[in-house]
Antibody, heavy 120, light 106 residues
């Protein structure tokens, strides 16, 4: 069974930093692209970042480019999102989602999310 | 950036009725379009991928159609558990989501 478990969310002040993690199990993590998608309270879904299986290709939404860094550790079956210079508008539930074995593909599996609140 | 526009924003129907949800792309996304269902407090669940393929475990009452810029999600006969928010998403050029359609009980 595919499982994705996010952690690392919490309350942080504007301008602060936070590192999210996503622990994957039930599939060959190193073969799949991975993604972060967020959802602000009461709002829709927003794609944040994607990373290919070998970390060769990395993409960011314009809203987070230069502030967030996606990475992965295939030996630890883990995905990360380093978030710096956080703003109030980054407040959201952050989901990790599995992409495809080739390219990026449809997001078939999602974690339950971790809440990030940016407030003074 | 490819913009996805969903309509209507809210759809009020009764159990047993047929639901038709629309998603229009600002430029062609070929068939690289997916539909997700989200209930309060839950993660999105994939329903349809590549425009018309049902994901694993999704009931046959859910179907998707379209290509290019116009797509439709149809629920043939609404069950009580189908009332939720539905999002379309394209993967032709990175990823973008539509703003969602809320399907509510009439």
């Amino acid at each position: 069974e595919v499982q994705l478990v996010e952690s690392g969310g919490g309350l942080v002040k504007p301008g602060g930093s936070l590192r999210l993690s996503c622990a994957a199990s039930g599939f060959t993590f190193s073969s799949y692209s991975m993604n972060w998608v967020r959802q602000a309270p009461g709002k829709g879904l927003e794609w944040v970042s994607s990373i290919s299986s070998s970390s060769s290709y990395i993409y960011y939404a314009d809203s987070v480019k230069g502030r967030f860094t996606i990475s992965r550790d295939n030996a630890k079956n883990s995905l990360y999102l380093q978030m710096n210079s956080l703003r109030a508008e980054d407040t959201a539930v952050y989901y990790c989602a599995r992409g495809a074995a080739a390219g990026f593909g449809t997001l078939h599996y999602w974690g339950q999310g971790t809440l990030v609140t940016v407030s003074s | 950036e490819i913009v996805l526009t969903q309509s209507p924003a809210t759809l009020s129907l009764s159990p047993g009725e047929r639901a038709t949800l629309s998603c229009r792309a600002s430029q062609s996304v070929s068939s690289y379009l997916a539909w997700y269902q989200q209930k309060p407090g839950q993660a999105p669940r994939l329903l349809i991928y590549d425009a018309s393929n049902r994901a694993t475990g999704i009931p046959a009452r859910f179907s998707g159609s379209g290509s290019g810029t116009d797509f439709t999600l149809t629920i043939s006969s609404l069950e009580p558990e189908d009332f939720a928010v539905y999002y379309c998403q394209q993967r032709s050029n990175l990823y973008t989501f539509g703003q969602g359609t809320k399907l509510e009980i009439k």
